[in-house]
């Protein structure tokens, strides 16, 4: 066994929640954006805009989730970690929101949503992301999750796994 807790969804022993949560983090906080730039200027663009944005977080955040999940759920390290704890029931409070920020944009209309709940939803799923994203940070930085031992154990984990089975010499 490692030191260090590893990732179980990777490729090529790259960790795929890493390299999948940018994406709904960045349309959140760009959902946020044109919410206010829809305030400020008052063109439809900017709340049409918001609502594409906020539907694609939420369909590249589940895709990130699972990655997340079959990390946490396969490795009992990780599920030991508070962080880890705060970090998954965090994004999933964040993905909660967005989706009923969705709702009423789909339901409402996109411009009608944004004054006063629409605007105020994203504000909030930004604010989670900030406390999810440190505690994301700290399972890398302080508990080193998915974070190699040594140069050696990247050798030893890129080698395809064997079957038990040993081949006549």
């Known amino acids: 066994m490692s030191a260090n807790p590893r990732s179980t969804a990777k490729i090529a022993n790259h960790p795929l929640h890493p390299m999948l949560i940018p994406f709904p983090v ?4 760009g959902g946020f954006v044109t919410d206010l730039a829809f305030l400020g200027t008052g063109d439809g663009f900017w709340a049409r805009a918001s609502m594409w944005l906020i539907g ?3 369909v590249m955040a589940l895709l990130a ?3 997340g999940f079959a990390d946490f759920f396969s490795e009992p390290r990780i599920r030991a970690l508070s ?3 705060y970090h ?3 994004n999933l409070m964040a993905v909660v929101a967005a989706a009923i920020n969705l709702a009423l944009r789909y339901g409402q209309g996109a411009e009608a949503a944004i ?3 629409g605007v105020a939803l994203s504000f909030v799923v930004v604010g989670i992301l900030l406390f999810t994203g440190w505690k994301g940070w700290e399972m890398v930085y302080r508990h080193r999750v998915a974070v190699l031992d040594s ?10 796994p064997t079957s038990g089975r ?4």
């Open 56 to 58: 694609a977080a939420i």
């Open 166 to 169: 040993r081949r006549a010499a």
């Open 83 to 85: 962080d880890a704890w």
């Open 26 to 29: 960045a349309f959140l906080v």
């Open 88 to 90: 998954m029931i965090g």
């Open 115 to 117: 004054k006063p709940w």
């Open 65 to 67: 989730a699972l990655a």
């Open 151 to 160: 140069p050696a154990q990247a050798a030893t984990d890129a080698r395809p």
